[in-house]
Structures are given as structure tokens and as C-alpha cells.
């Protein structure tokens, strides 16, 4: 009786260990290449945002003021910086540096101003980014109208007049 044995071919694939070096230096090439080109777009695109901000090259006390009426569907957005060192920025500069002063920069501790404001609803957002003696001042806050905001923050935000 003989005895045959059959093999199959099945085909052998190659494990990183046998593949060829010039393939995987090719591939580590090109994986550090791709990580490279990432991290300098990444990097581009951070140079701008930090060369214009508006701090730069402004000394003493500043904050850039905006005033937003409406709500976030329908808005109308005025903004601009306010130097205090001389005051400049806006029509009531001189004052509101002088309450500011008088405040520490704190905008939620200026002492509110004795009003009497209609009930109408027509939401007004103040914000105020910058610095003051150093610190830096961040304050955002919605008021139901332009009456309660002159009330509760003096000429700070008093952009249109």
C-alpha cells in the first residue's frame, strides 16, 4: 500500500519582520512627514490669532468694549477699545476711565445709577475683554434693555453717544 500525502499551497504572507526595509523606512518616512506638515499648519494657524489680538502694543489700562442688541438670530454688534492712558475710545472715554478707576477695573462693582427704566423688553449684551493694572478683566452680561444697562454700568458701555 503506498501512501501519498497531499499538500496544499496556501500563500505566505510577509510579517513586518520579513517585509523588505527599504518598505518600512519608506513608511516611517512618510508617517513623519505627515506629522511634520500637521504640526506646522497647526502652528501657522496659531501665529495670527495671537499677532492680532488687540492687546498688542497697548499699554496701561484698556479693555475692547462691544455692545450686541438683539438676540443671536438678529444682532447688531458695535465694539471698540477703550485706552484709558489718556482716555480715547469712545465719547465718554474720560468717564468711564474715572468710574473704572474707581472701581478697580471691576465692572460689577461700579455702583448703580438711580433709574428709571421702561419695562420693554429689547435684550442688550455687554462685553468687556482687556486688562487693568495687570489683571485680566473678562465681563459679559445681558441686560433686558439699554436703560438698565447705562444704570447698572455708567459710561462703560455708553458706545453711541
Given at each position: 500500500?503506498?501512501?501519498?500525502?497531499?499538500?496544499?499551497?496556501?500563500?505566505?504572507?510577509?510579517?513586518?519582520?520579513?517585509?523588505?526595509?527599504?518598505?518600512?523606512?519608506?513608511?516611517?518616512?512618510?508617517?513623519?512627514?505627515?506629522?511634520?506638515a500637521?504640526?506646522?499648519?497647526?502652528?501657522?494657524?496659531?501665529?495670527?490669532?495671537?499677532?492680532?489680538?488687540?492687546?498688542h502694543?497697548?499699554?496701561?489700562?484698556?479693555?475692547?468694549?462691544t455692545?450686541?442688541r438683539?438676540?443671536?438670530?438678529s444682532?447688531?454688534?458695535?465694539?471698540?477699545?477703550?485706552?484709558?492712558d489718556?482716555?480715547?475710545?469712545?465719547?465718554?472715554?474720560?468717564?468711564?476711565?474715572?468710574?473704572?478707576?474707581?472701581?478697580?477695573?471691576?465692572?460689577?462693582?461700579l455702583?448703580?445709577k438711580?433709574?428709571?427704566?421702561p419695562?420693554?423688553?429689547?435684550?442688550?449684551?455687554?462685553?468687556?475683554?482687556?486688562?487693568?493694572?495687570?489683571?485680566?478683566?473678562?465681563?459679559s452680561?445681558?441686560?433686558?434693555?439699554?436703560?438698565?444697562?447705562?444704570a447698572?454700568?455708567?459710561?462703560?458701555?455708553?458706545?453711541?453717544?
Amino acid at each position: 500500500m503506498t501512501h501519498t500525502t497531499s499538500k496544499t499551497h496556501t500563500p505566505k504572507t510577509r510579517s513586518a519582520e520579513t517585509r523588505p526595509l527599504k518598505t518600512r523606512t519608506r513608511k516611517a518616512t512618510a508617517l513623519r512627514s505627515a506629522l511634520l506638515a500637521t504640526a506646522l499648519v497647526l502652528l501657522a494657524g496659531q501665529a495670527p490669532a495671537r499677532a492680532t489680538a488687540p492687546h498688542h502694543g497697548v499699554r496701561g489700562d484698556w479693555l475692547y468694549l462691544t455692545v450686541t442688541r438683539g438676540d443671536s438670530r438678529s444682532s447688531d454688534t458695535r465694539g471698540t477699545l477703550l485706552l484709558c492712558d489718556p482716555p480715547q475710545g469712545h465719547a465718554h472715554a474720560a468717564e468711564a476711565c474715572a468710574e473704572l478707576a474707581a472701581a478697580d477695573g471691576d465692572i460689577d462693582a461700579l455702583p448703580p445709577k438711580s433709574a428709571f427704566c421702561p419695562m420693554i423688553y429689547a435684550p442688550v449684551t455687554a462685553h468687556a475683554r482687556g486688562e487693568w493694572k495687570g489683571r485680566p478683566v473678562d465681563y459679559s452680561r445681558t441686560f433686558s434693555n439699554a436703560c438698565s444697562m447705562a444704570a447698572r454700568t455708567g459710561h462703560v458701555f455708553a458706545l453711541d453717544s
